[in-house]
């Protein structure tokens, strides 16, 4: 079992920065690919960006391309996400989630192929 741990959301205005982290527990996360979803109010859950378990793929949603940045430290089972150029639009619970993965480039974008998801954090960003 893997538990995941959310922190650093919080309220911002527009154009702020803010890096969210995701630390693991129960498992080495070295083995897994790790996901950021959001879910803003009255909308479904929604993926932002995944690494592989190596570090050396990123994906990003259309939506935080050249914004938000992906990364993480094995070596101290944790996940960033970094958001830069926030915009009121970004305003939602984020999520962090992982599964088991034998594929070093895997980097998987939806939610049913996760398998551990954390509690979430709130970000909200004003104009």
């Known amino acids: 079992q893997v538990q995941l741990v959310e922190s650093g959301g919080g309220l911002v205005q527009a154009g702020d920065s803010l890096r969210l982290s995701c630390a693991g527990s129960g498992r080495t996360l070295s083995s897994y690919a790790m996901g950021w979803f959001r879910q803003a109010p009255g909308k479904e859950r929604e993926f932002v960006a995944a690494?592989?378990?190596?570090?050396?793929?990123?994906y990003y949603a259309d939506s935080a391309k050249g914004r938000f940045t992906i990364s993480r430290d094995n070596a101290k089972n944790m996940v960033y996400l970094e958001m830069d150029s926030l915009e009121p639009e970004d305003t939602a619970i984020y999520y962090c989630?992982?599964?088991?993965?034998?594929?070093?480039?895997?980097?998987?974008?939806?939610?049913?192929?996760?398998?551990?998801w954390g509690q979430g954090t709130q970000v909200t960003v004003s104009s």
């Open positions: 690494i592989a378990w190596s570090g050396r793929h990123r």
């Open positions: 989630a992982a599964v088991t993965s034998s594929l070093a480039t895997r980097v998987p974008r939806f939610e049913r192929e996760y398998d551990y």
